[in-house]
Protein backbone atom coordinates (compact mmCIF):
# COMPACT_ATOMS: atom_id res chain seq x y z
CA UNK A 1 0.00 0.00 0.00
CA UNK A 2 3.14 2.07 1.13
CA UNK A 3 4.68 1.84 -2.29
CA UNK A 4 1.77 2.80 -4.53
CA UNK A 5 1.02 5.92 -2.66
CA UNK A 6 4.89 6.30 -3.00
CA UNK A 7 4.55 6.04 -6.96
CA UNK A 8 1.71 8.30 -6.72
CA UNK A 9 3.75 11.04 -5.40
CA UNK A 10 6.86 10.22 -7.64
CA UNK A 11 4.64 10.93 -10.30
CA UNK A 12 2.86 14.49 -9.32
CA UNK A 13 6.51 15.66 -8.76
CA UNK A 14 7.68 14.65 -12.23
CA UNK A 15 4.57 16.20 -13.87
CA UNK A 16 4.79 19.49 -11.89
CA UNK A 17 9.06 19.55 -12.62
CA UNK A 18 7.63 18.88 -16.63
CA UNK A 19 5.25 22.29 -16.19
CA UNK A 20 8.01 24.11 -14.77
CA UNK A 21 10.43 23.60 -17.19
CA UNK A 22 7.67 24.66 -19.71
CA UNK A 23 7.13 27.55 -18.64
CA UNK A 24 10.63 28.93 -18.26
CA UNK A 25 11.37 27.78 -21.87
CA UNK A 26 8.08 29.73 -23.59
CA UNK A 27 9.50 32.64 -21.43
CA UNK A 28 12.86 32.58 -22.98
CA UNK A 29 11.49 32.15 -26.26
CA UNK A 30 9.36 35.35 -25.80
CA UNK A 31 12.54 37.33 -24.59
CA UNK A 32 15.02 36.00 -27.26
CA UNK A 33 12.24 36.96 -29.95
CA UNK A 34 11.32 40.63 -28.74
CA UNK A 35 14.97 41.05 -28.13
CA UNK A 36 15.48 39.69 -31.97
CA UNK A 37 12.76 41.85 -33.44
CA UNK A 38 14.04 44.79 -31.90
CA UNK A 39 17.52 44.37 -33.14
CA UNK A 40 15.95 43.45 -36.43
CA UNK A 41 14.03 46.75 -37.07
CA UNK A 42 16.71 48.75 -35.66
CA UNK A 43 18.71 47.48 -38.62
CA UNK A 44 15.92 48.22 -40.93
CA UNK A 45 15.33 44.91 -41.93
CA UNK A 46 11.93 44.81 -42.08
CA UNK A 47 11.29 48.32 -43.57
CA UNK A 48 11.05 49.45 -47.38
CA UNK A 49 13.62 52.20 -46.37
CA UNK A 50 16.07 52.28 -44.00
CA UNK A 51 14.77 56.34 -43.57
CA UNK A 52 11.63 55.22 -43.40
CA UNK A 53 10.46 56.87 -39.99
CA UNK A 54 6.92 58.45 -40.25
CA UNK A 55 3.42 57.76 -42.13
CA UNK A 56 2.86 59.91 -45.19
CA UNK A 57 -0.61 61.34 -45.21
CA UNK A 58 0.10 63.40 -48.14
CA UNK A 59 2.44 64.98 -50.20
CA UNK A 60 1.84 68.85 -51.45
CA UNK A 61 1.92 70.16 -54.63
CA UNK A 62 2.39 73.63 -53.55
CA UNK A 63 5.64 74.90 -53.66
CA UNK A 64 4.96 77.09 -50.41
CA UNK A 65 4.25 73.77 -48.49
CA UNK A 66 7.13 71.36 -49.64
CA UNK A 67 7.07 69.74 -46.45
CA UNK A 68 5.38 66.53 -45.85
CA UNK A 69 2.61 66.11 -44.05
CA UNK A 70 2.79 63.10 -41.30
CA UNK A 71 0.85 62.06 -38.37
CA UNK A 72 3.49 62.70 -36.17
CA UNK A 73 4.81 65.97 -37.94
CA UNK A 74 1.11 67.36 -38.21
CA UNK A 75 0.15 70.12 -40.38
CA UNK A 76 2.81 72.74 -39.37
CA UNK A 77 4.25 73.31 -42.99
CA UNK A 78 0.41 74.55 -44.07
CA UNK A 79 0.24 76.56 -40.92
CA UNK A 80 3.29 78.62 -41.74
CA UNK A 81 2.08 78.83 -45.49
CA UNK A 82 -1.01 80.03 -45.09
CA UNK A 83 -0.86 82.19 -41.76
CA UNK A 84 0.59 84.81 -43.53
CA UNK A 85 -1.62 85.88 -46.17
CA UNK A 86 -4.91 85.64 -43.38
CA UNK A 87 -5.28 89.05 -41.86
CA UNK A 88 -7.50 90.72 -38.93
CA UNK A 89 -9.86 93.51 -40.02
CA UNK A 90 -11.42 96.05 -37.50
CA UNK A 91 -14.06 97.75 -38.38
CA UNK A 92 -15.01 101.01 -37.09
CA UNK A 93 -18.22 103.35 -36.51
CA UNK A 94 -18.81 106.79 -34.84
CA UNK A 95 -21.60 107.03 -32.06
CA UNK A 96 -24.51 108.76 -33.20
CA UNK A 97 -26.36 109.97 -30.46
CA UNK A 98 -30.23 110.97 -30.31
CA UNK A 99 -30.79 114.20 -32.55
CA UNK A 100 -33.27 116.63 -31.34
CA UNK A 101 -33.13 119.47 -33.79
CA UNK A 102 -35.46 121.82 -31.99
CA UNK A 103 -36.44 122.59 -28.57
CA UNK A 104 -38.90 124.90 -26.75
CA UNK A 105 -38.03 127.86 -25.06
CA UNK A 106 -38.78 126.23 -21.42
CA UNK A 107 -36.33 127.67 -19.41
CA UNK A 108 -36.15 131.33 -20.68
CA UNK A 109 -39.09 132.34 -18.37
CA UNK A 110 -36.12 131.61 -15.66
CA UNK A 111 -33.54 133.34 -17.64
CA UNK A 112 -35.09 136.74 -19.29
CA UNK A 113 -36.13 139.12 -16.41
CA UNK A 114 -37.36 142.11 -16.52
CA UNK A 115 -34.49 143.59 -15.55
CA UNK A 116 -32.39 142.67 -18.37
CA UNK A 117 -31.56 144.33 -21.41
CA UNK A 118 -33.38 143.06 -23.95
CA UNK A 119 -37.19 142.74 -22.23
CA UNK A 120 -38.40 145.97 -21.26
CA UNK A 121 -39.60 146.11 -17.74
CA UNK A 122 -43.50 147.28 -18.61
CA UNK A 123 -43.51 144.45 -21.59
CA UNK A 124 -45.43 141.16 -21.15
CA UNK A 125 -45.54 138.45 -22.87
CA UNK A 126 -49.19 136.83 -24.75
CA UNK A 127 -49.83 133.96 -23.50
CA UNK A 128 -51.54 133.33 -26.78
CA UNK A 129 -48.34 133.57 -28.56
CA UNK A 130 -46.53 130.11 -29.37
CA UNK A 131 -43.97 129.64 -27.80
CA UNK A 132 -40.83 130.11 -29.83
CA UNK A 133 -38.80 126.91 -31.12
CA UNK A 134 -35.20 127.89 -31.28
CA UNK A 135 -33.28 125.69 -33.47
CA UNK A 136 -30.79 124.04 -31.08
CA UNK A 137 -26.96 123.45 -32.36
CA UNK A 138 -26.57 119.61 -34.21
CA UNK A 139 -24.79 117.71 -32.24
CA UNK A 140 -21.27 116.60 -33.55
CA UNK A 141 -21.03 112.75 -33.83
CA UNK A 142 -18.76 111.46 -31.56
CA UNK A 143 -15.30 109.80 -32.50
CA UNK A 144 -14.76 106.61 -34.33
CA UNK A 145 -14.77 103.76 -32.16
CA UNK A 146 -14.22 99.87 -32.87
CA UNK A 147 -17.82 98.06 -33.45
CA UNK A 148 -16.48 94.51 -34.85
CA UNK A 149 -13.46 92.20 -36.28
CA UNK A 150 -13.18 89.75 -38.58
CA UNK A 151 -10.77 87.86 -41.08
CA UNK A 152 -9.40 88.60 -44.54
CA UNK A 153 -7.76 86.67 -46.99
CA UNK A 154 -5.13 88.34 -48.81
CA UNK A 155 -5.42 86.95 -52.24
CA UNK A 156 -3.21 89.51 -54.34
CA UNK A 157 0.54 90.90 -53.57
CA UNK A 158 -0.88 94.49 -54.61
CA UNK A 159 -3.26 94.39 -51.38
CA UNK A 160 -6.58 92.60 -52.60
CA UNK A 161 -8.19 91.17 -49.29
CA UNK A 162 -11.27 88.95 -49.66
CA UNK A 163 -13.87 88.89 -46.96
CA UNK A 164 -17.50 88.86 -45.81
CA UNK A 165 -19.68 91.71 -47.01
CA UNK A 166 -20.77 91.03 -43.37
CA UNK A 167 -17.98 92.08 -41.62
CA UNK A 168 -17.61 95.42 -43.20
CA UNK A 169 -21.08 96.31 -43.70
CA UNK A 170 -21.74 99.90 -42.86
CA UNK A 171 -18.60 100.51 -41.73
CA UNK A 172 -17.14 103.62 -41.72
CA UNK A 173 -13.68 102.90 -41.05
CA UNK A 174 -12.07 99.43 -41.97
CA UNK A 175 -8.56 98.90 -40.94
CA UNK A 176 -6.49 95.78 -41.92
CA UNK A 177 -4.06 94.07 -39.16
CA UNK A 178 -1.47 92.17 -41.14
CA UNK A 179 0.18 89.18 -39.71
CA UNK A 180 3.43 91.14 -38.76
CA UNK A 181 1.21 93.45 -36.50
CA UNK A 182 0.89 96.27 -39.18
CA UNK A 183 -1.37 98.06 -39.20
CA UNK A 184 -3.23 99.55 -42.75
CA UNK A 185 -6.45 101.05 -43.45
CA UNK A 186 -8.19 99.75 -46.22
CA UNK A 187 -10.81 100.68 -49.05
CA UNK A 188 -13.77 98.74 -49.64
CA UNK A 189 -13.74 97.81 -53.55
CA UNK A 190 -17.19 96.66 -53.51
CA UNK A 191 -19.26 94.22 -51.85
CA UNK A 192 -22.34 91.79 -52.70
CA UNK A 193 -25.14 91.25 -50.07
CA UNK A 194 -26.93 88.32 -51.74
CA UNK A 195 -23.42 86.03 -51.83
CA UNK A 196 -22.06 87.36 -48.49
CA UNK A 197 -18.71 88.61 -50.05
CA UNK A 198 -17.07 91.52 -49.99
CA UNK A 199 -13.55 92.89 -51.34
CA UNK A 200 -11.16 95.31 -49.61
CA UNK A 201 -7.62 96.75 -50.16
CA UNK A 202 -4.64 98.31 -48.87
CA UNK A 203 -1.92 100.27 -50.32
CA UNK A 204 1.00 97.69 -49.98
CA UNK A 205 3.29 95.66 -52.08
CA UNK A 206 5.21 92.17 -52.21
CA UNK A 207 2.32 90.82 -49.32
CA UNK A 208 1.92 87.05 -48.64
CA UNK A 209 -0.83 85.24 -50.66
CA UNK A 210 -3.36 81.98 -50.22
CA UNK A 211 -4.01 80.67 -53.75
CA UNK A 212 -7.43 79.50 -54.77
CA UNK A 213 -8.42 76.23 -54.79
CA UNK A 214 -11.48 74.23 -56.75
CA UNK A 215 -14.11 73.70 -54.24
CA UNK A 216 -15.51 71.68 -57.11
CA UNK A 217 -12.90 68.95 -56.24
CA UNK A 218 -13.54 68.91 -52.39
CA UNK A 219 -15.16 65.67 -51.03
CA UNK A 220 -17.03 65.07 -47.98
CA UNK A 221 -14.49 63.76 -45.60
CA UNK A 222 -11.39 66.20 -47.12
CA UNK A 223 -9.08 67.42 -44.00
CA UNK A 224 -9.51 70.98 -44.02
CA UNK A 225 -7.67 73.40 -41.82
CA UNK A 226 -9.89 77.11 -40.70
CA UNK A 227 -7.62 80.18 -40.12
CA UNK A 228 -8.90 83.55 -38.49
CA UNK A 229 -9.18 85.37 -35.63
CA UNK A 230 -11.89 84.19 -33.08
CA UNK A 231 -13.46 86.28 -30.63
CA UNK A 232 -10.75 88.46 -30.96
CA UNK A 233 -7.91 86.39 -29.15
CA UNK A 234 -5.44 86.05 -32.50
CA UNK A 235 -4.93 84.26 -35.53
CA UNK A 236 -6.19 80.68 -34.74
CA UNK A 237 -5.92 77.49 -37.12
CA UNK A 238 -8.36 74.92 -36.58
CA UNK A 239 -8.69 71.19 -38.30
CA UNK A 240 -11.66 69.19 -39.45
CA UNK A 241 -12.92 67.75 -42.31
CA UNK A 242 -15.11 68.52 -44.72
CA UNK A 243 -18.69 67.67 -43.45
CA UNK A 244 -20.96 68.36 -45.93
CA UNK A 245 -21.34 69.92 -49.42
CA UNK A 246 -23.93 71.99 -51.01
CA UNK A 247 -25.79 73.01 -47.67
CA UNK A 248 -28.33 75.87 -46.93
CA UNK A 249 -28.41 77.44 -43.72
CA UNK A 250 -31.05 76.83 -41.46
CA UNK A 251 -31.17 80.48 -39.90
CA UNK A 252 -30.58 82.05 -43.83
CA UNK A 253 -30.73 85.69 -44.55
CA UNK A 254 -33.11 86.70 -46.34
CA UNK A 255 -30.76 89.51 -48.05
CA UNK A 256 -27.87 86.33 -48.95
CA UNK A 257 -30.25 84.48 -51.16
CA UNK A 258 -27.75 82.58 -53.42
CA UNK A 259 -25.79 79.60 -50.84
CA UNK A 260 -24.11 76.98 -51.29
CA UNK A 261 -22.13 76.02 -48.40
CA UNK A 262 -19.21 73.53 -47.56
CA UNK A 263 -20.60 72.24 -43.76
CA UNK A 264 -16.99 71.80 -41.45
CA UNK A 265 -16.67 70.39 -38.21
CA UNK A 266 -13.40 72.82 -37.49
CA UNK A 267 -13.85 75.29 -35.07
CA UNK A 268 -15.20 78.06 -36.48
CA UNK A 269 -16.49 81.04 -34.02
CA UNK A 270 -17.30 84.73 -34.00
CA UNK A 271 -13.91 86.97 -35.52
CA UNK A 272 -13.31 84.09 -37.90
CA UNK A 273 -15.81 85.84 -40.66
CA UNK A 274 -13.66 86.60 -43.89
CA UNK A 275 -11.32 83.67 -42.74
CA UNK A 276 -9.74 81.06 -44.71
CA UNK A 277 -10.99 77.32 -45.43
CA UNK A 278 -7.88 75.50 -46.89
CA UNK A 279 -6.89 71.83 -48.18
CA UNK A 280 -3.99 70.09 -47.34
CA UNK A 281 -2.29 71.82 -50.25
CA UNK A 282 -2.59 75.12 -48.80
CA UNK A 283 -5.67 76.16 -51.48
CA UNK A 284 -8.09 78.14 -50.35
CA UNK A 285 -11.21 76.05 -50.98
CA UNK A 286 -13.86 78.25 -48.77
CA UNK A 287 -14.43 81.64 -47.22
CA UNK A 288 -16.19 80.53 -43.57
CA UNK A 289 -19.19 82.84 -42.94
CA UNK A 290 -21.62 80.77 -40.89
CA UNK A 291 -21.86 79.15 -37.54
CA UNK A 292 -24.73 76.78 -36.72
CA UNK A 293 -25.55 77.30 -32.40
CA UNK A 294 -27.85 77.52 -30.08
CA UNK A 295 -25.38 79.44 -27.71
CA UNK A 296 -23.16 81.36 -29.80
CA UNK A 297 -20.26 79.37 -29.81
CA UNK A 298 -18.86 76.50 -31.97
CA UNK A 299 -20.64 73.62 -31.51
CA UNK A 300 -19.27 71.45 -34.88
CA UNK A 301 -21.09 72.95 -37.60
CA UNK A 302 -19.83 75.84 -39.82
CA UNK A 303 -20.33 76.81 -43.24
CA UNK A 304 -17.89 77.95 -45.58
CA UNK A 305 -18.59 79.61 -49.16
CA UNK A 306 -17.37 78.07 -51.36
CA UNK A 307 -14.07 79.22 -53.51
CA UNK A 308 -15.83 78.89 -56.60
CA UNK A 309 -18.80 81.03 -56.45
CA UNK A 310 -16.19 83.69 -54.11
CA UNK A 311 -13.99 84.10 -56.59
CA UNK A 312 -16.68 84.63 -59.35
CA UNK A 313 -18.02 87.36 -57.04
CA UNK A 314 -14.85 88.96 -56.21
CA UNK A 315 -13.42 89.01 -59.95
CA UNK A 316 -16.87 90.68 -60.84
CA UNK A 317 -16.35 93.18 -57.64
CA UNK A 318 -12.57 94.27 -58.47
CA UNK A 319 -13.65 94.75 -62.42
CA UNK A 320 -16.95 96.10 -62.14
CA UNK A 321 -17.58 96.99 -58.35
CA UNK A 322 -21.07 95.37 -59.00
CA UNK A 323 -21.73 91.90 -60.00
CA UNK A 324 -24.44 90.65 -63.07
CA UNK A 325 -25.95 87.60 -62.71
CA UNK A 326 -28.07 85.80 -64.76
CA UNK A 327 -31.71 85.18 -65.29
CA UNK A 328 -33.44 82.32 -66.46
CA UNK A 329 -36.92 83.32 -65.38
CA UNK A 330 -38.17 80.25 -63.53
CA UNK A 331 -39.62 80.06 -60.04
CA UNK A 332 -38.86 76.61 -58.58
CA UNK A 333 -38.71 74.43 -55.36
CA UNK A 334 -37.58 71.44 -54.27
CA UNK A 335 -38.90 68.20 -55.74
CA UNK A 336 -41.28 66.55 -53.09
CA UNK A 337 -42.15 62.82 -53.59
CA UNK A 338 -45.57 63.86 -53.56
CA UNK A 339 -45.02 66.18 -56.60
CA UNK A 340 -42.79 63.23 -58.79
CA UNK A 341 -45.87 61.17 -58.13
CA UNK A 342 -48.12 63.14 -58.94
CA UNK A 343 -46.24 64.17 -62.18
CA UNK A 344 -45.40 60.21 -62.99
CA UNK A 345 -41.35 61.04 -62.13
CA UNK A 346 -39.83 58.56 -61.20
CA UNK A 347 -36.78 60.32 -58.76
CA UNK A 348 -36.09 62.63 -56.60
CA UNK A 349 -33.50 64.61 -58.54
CA UNK A 350 -33.91 68.28 -60.16
CA UNK A 351 -35.89 71.49 -59.98
CA UNK A 352 -39.72 71.92 -59.79
CA UNK A 353 -41.09 74.55 -61.65
CA UNK A 354 -43.92 76.64 -60.31
CA UNK A 355 -44.19 79.77 -62.33
CA UNK A 356 -43.14 81.03 -65.78
CA UNK A 357 -43.10 85.10 -65.83
CA UNK A 358 -44.33 85.74 -69.23
CA UNK A 359 -41.78 87.44 -71.03
CA UNK A 360 -38.52 86.10 -69.57
CA UNK A 361 -36.18 83.30 -71.24
CA UNK A 362 -37.76 80.20 -69.92
CA UNK A 363 -40.99 81.33 -71.07
CA UNK A 364 -39.71 81.77 -74.30
CA UNK A 365 -37.99 78.91 -74.47
CA UNK A 366 -41.33 76.92 -73.59
CA UNK A 367 -40.70 76.11 -70.54
CA UNK A 368 -44.27 75.58 -68.58
CA UNK A 369 -45.22 75.43 -64.62
CA UNK A 370 -45.15 71.50 -63.79
CA UNK A 371 -41.77 71.03 -65.98
CA UNK A 372 -39.11 69.64 -64.01
CA UNK A 373 -35.57 70.72 -65.11
CA UNK A 374 -32.85 68.21 -64.95
CA UNK A 375 -30.12 69.65 -66.09
CA UNK A 376 -28.23 72.93 -66.88
CA UNK A 377 -25.32 73.48 -69.44
CA UNK A 378 -24.65 69.79 -69.38
CA UNK A 379 -24.40 69.58 -65.26
CA UNK A 380 -27.14 67.78 -64.00
CA UNK A 381 -29.65 69.01 -61.48
CA UNK A 382 -29.85 67.54 -58.24
CA UNK A 383 -32.48 70.35 -56.44
CA UNK A 384 -33.64 73.81 -57.17
CA UNK A 385 -30.72 75.66 -55.22
CA UNK A 386 -28.08 73.88 -57.47
CA UNK A 387 -30.28 75.60 -60.26
CA UNK A 388 -30.28 79.23 -59.11
CA UNK A 389 -26.52 79.30 -58.13
CA UNK A 390 -25.73 78.02 -61.44
CA UNK A 391 -27.54 80.10 -63.84
CA UNK A 392 -26.75 83.14 -61.19
CA UNK A 393 -22.89 82.52 -61.92
CA UNK A 394 -23.39 82.49 -65.75
CA UNK A 395 -23.09 85.70 -67.46
CA UNK A 396 -26.13 88.02 -68.55
CA UNK A 397 -26.65 87.14 -72.46
CA UNK A 398 -25.23 83.82 -72.33
CA UNK A 399 -26.93 81.00 -74.45
CA UNK A 400 -27.63 78.43 -72.11
CA UNK A 401 -28.86 75.21 -73.37
CA UNK A 402 -31.19 72.83 -70.46
CA UNK A 403 -33.32 70.12 -70.31
CA UNK A 404 -36.56 69.89 -68.68
CA UNK A 405 -38.64 66.44 -68.06
CA UNK A 406 -41.95 66.57 -68.83
CA UNK A 407 -45.27 64.11 -69.76
CA UNK A 408 -42.84 61.31 -69.48
CA UNK A 409 -39.95 62.07 -71.85
CA UNK A 410 -36.85 64.34 -71.17
CA UNK A 411 -35.98 67.02 -73.61
CA UNK A 412 -33.63 69.37 -74.69
CA UNK A 413 -34.63 73.38 -74.98
CA UNK A 414 -32.47 76.84 -75.23
CA UNK A 415 -32.84 79.96 -73.69
CA UNK A 416 -30.54 83.55 -73.75
CA UNK A 417 -30.18 84.39 -70.13
CA UNK A 418 -31.50 88.02 -68.90
CA UNK A 419 -29.83 89.98 -66.42
CA UNK A 420 -31.12 89.27 -62.75
CA UNK A 421 -32.14 92.99 -60.70
CA UNK A 422 -33.03 90.58 -57.63
CA UNK A 423 -36.27 92.39 -57.83
CA UNK A 424 -39.21 91.70 -55.04
CA UNK A 425 -42.19 90.18 -56.51
CA UNK A 426 -45.86 91.83 -55.79
CA UNK A 427 -49.16 91.11 -56.62
CA UNK A 428 -52.96 92.40 -56.17
CA UNK A 429 -55.65 91.00 -53.85
CA UNK A 430 -58.34 89.75 -55.89
CA UNK A 431 -62.31 90.37 -54.95
CA UNK A 432 -64.99 87.63 -54.68
CA UNK A 433 -68.16 87.38 -56.33
CA UNK A 434 -70.37 84.63 -54.97
CA UNK A 435 -69.16 81.56 -53.33
CA UNK A 436 -69.89 77.29 -53.25
CA UNK A 437 -68.81 75.33 -50.17
CA UNK A 438 -66.59 72.11 -50.59
CA UNK A 439 -66.11 68.31 -49.09
CA UNK A 440 -63.63 65.49 -49.66
CA UNK A 441 -60.31 65.99 -49.51
CA UNK A 442 -60.98 70.34 -49.25
CA UNK A 443 -63.40 69.98 -46.44
CA UNK A 444 -63.90 73.65 -44.56
CA UNK A 445 -62.29 75.51 -47.98
CA UNK A 446 -64.69 78.03 -49.36
CA UNK A 447 -64.40 79.29 -52.82
CA UNK A 448 -65.89 82.17 -55.07
CA UNK A 449 -65.65 83.36 -58.48
CA UNK A 450 -63.52 85.86 -59.68
CA UNK A 451 -64.60 89.89 -60.19
CA UNK A 452 -64.51 90.84 -64.17
CA UNK A 453 -61.79 92.92 -63.11
CA UNK A 454 -59.34 90.43 -61.20
CA UNK A 455 -60.85 88.11 -64.28
CA UNK A 456 -58.48 89.80 -66.73
CA UNK A 457 -55.27 89.39 -64.92
CA UNK A 458 -56.37 86.01 -63.41
CA UNK A 459 -57.66 82.54 -64.18
CA UNK A 460 -59.36 80.49 -61.16
CA UNK A 461 -61.58 80.56 -58.07
CA UNK A 462 -60.52 82.78 -55.27
CA UNK A 463 -60.38 81.19 -51.71
CA UNK A 464 -62.57 82.93 -48.96
CA UNK A 465 -62.51 80.79 -46.60
CA UNK A 466 -60.26 78.18 -44.85
CA UNK A 467 -61.35 76.25 -41.47
CA UNK A 468 -58.68 76.46 -39.32
CA UNK A 469 -59.13 73.22 -37.89
CA UNK A 470 -59.00 71.25 -41.40
CA UNK A 471 -56.06 69.96 -42.59
CA UNK A 472 -56.25 72.39 -45.71
CA UNK A 473 -55.01 75.34 -43.42
CA UNK A 474 -51.56 74.14 -43.67
CA UNK A 475 -51.85 75.06 -47.41
CA UNK A 476 -54.38 77.36 -48.00
CA UNK A 477 -55.49 80.83 -46.73
CA UNK A 478 -58.11 83.68 -47.65
CA UNK A 479 -57.12 85.24 -50.58
CA UNK A 480 -55.31 82.73 -52.46
CA UNK A 481 -56.57 82.10 -55.78
CA UNK A 482 -56.92 77.87 -57.29
CA UNK A 483 -55.81 77.73 -60.77
CA UNK A 484 -56.18 74.23 -61.09
CA UNK A 485 -57.11 70.96 -60.21
CA UNK A 486 -55.13 67.88 -60.54
CA UNK A 487 -53.48 69.89 -63.46
CA UNK A 488 -56.98 70.94 -65.18
CA UNK A 489 -57.59 74.26 -65.38
CA UNK A 490 -60.19 76.28 -63.88
CA UNK A 491 -62.29 79.30 -64.65
CA UNK A 492 -65.36 79.68 -61.97
CA UNK A 493 -67.15 77.70 -59.57
CA UNK A 494 -68.56 74.87 -61.92
CA UNK A 495 -65.21 74.08 -62.89
CA UNK A 496 -64.11 73.55 -59.67
CA UNK A 497 -66.55 71.38 -58.04
CA UNK A 498 -66.25 69.15 -61.28
CA UNK A 499 -62.97 68.95 -60.85
CA UNK A 500 -63.30 68.05 -57.49
CA UNK A 501 -65.66 65.70 -57.94
CA UNK A 502 -63.49 63.16 -60.08
CA UNK A 503 -60.30 63.93 -57.82
CA UNK A 504 -59.19 61.24 -55.42
CA UNK A 505 -61.03 61.72 -51.96
CA UNK A 506 -57.53 60.99 -50.11
CA UNK A 507 -54.77 63.38 -52.43
CA UNK A 508 -55.28 66.12 -54.42
CA UNK A 509 -52.70 68.72 -56.76
CA UNK A 510 -53.60 72.26 -56.92
CA UNK A 511 -51.82 75.12 -58.52
CA UNK A 512 -52.48 78.14 -56.49
CA UNK A 513 -51.89 81.62 -57.02
CA UNK A 514 -50.78 83.98 -53.79
CA UNK A 515 -48.64 86.51 -52.98
CA UNK A 516 -45.61 84.68 -53.92
CA UNK A 517 -46.60 83.99 -57.22
CA UNK A 518 -47.81 80.27 -58.77
CA UNK A 519 -46.78 77.27 -57.56
CA UNK A 520 -48.24 73.66 -57.23
CA UNK A 521 -49.23 72.09 -53.70
CA UNK A 522 -50.64 68.65 -52.71
CA UNK A 523 -53.05 68.34 -50.07
CA UNK A 524 -53.96 65.13 -48.32
CA UNK A 525 -57.17 64.33 -46.29
CA UNK A 526 -56.68 63.63 -42.59
CA UNK A 527 -56.12 60.02 -41.42
Known sequence: METEINQMLNISRHRRQNWTLLSIIGVAVLLVGAIAGSAATAKGWFSSSSNETKVPIYVSSDSKVNEQITLSGGFSAIAKAVTPAVVTIRVENRSRPQQFPFFPDSFRDFFERPDQPNQQPNQQEDEATPRRRTPRTQPVPGPLRPSGVGSGVIVSPDGYIITNNHVVEGAERVKVELADRREIQAKVIGADVPSDIAVIKI?????????FGDSENVEVGDLVLAVGNPLGVGQTVTMGIISAKGRQSPVRDSRTIYEDFLQTDAAINRGNSG????????????????ILSQTGGNIGIGFAIPSKMARNVMDQLIRNGKVRRGKLGVFVEALSPELANQFGYKG??????QNVPKGDPADL?????????????????????QLRNLASSTSPGTTVKFKIWRDGSERELTAKLAENNLGSNTTNQPGTDRSNSNNGVLSGVRVENLTTDLSQNFRGVYVTEVDPESNAALYLQRGDIIE?????????????????????????LLRVHNRNGSRYIVIRSQE
Open 275 to 290: GALVNLRGELVGIPSQ
Open 348 to 353: SDGAFV
Open 484 to 508: SVNRQPINNVNDFNAAMQKADKKEV
Open 203 to 211: DSTNLPTVQ
Open 365 to 385: AGVKPGDIITEFNGQRIKDSD
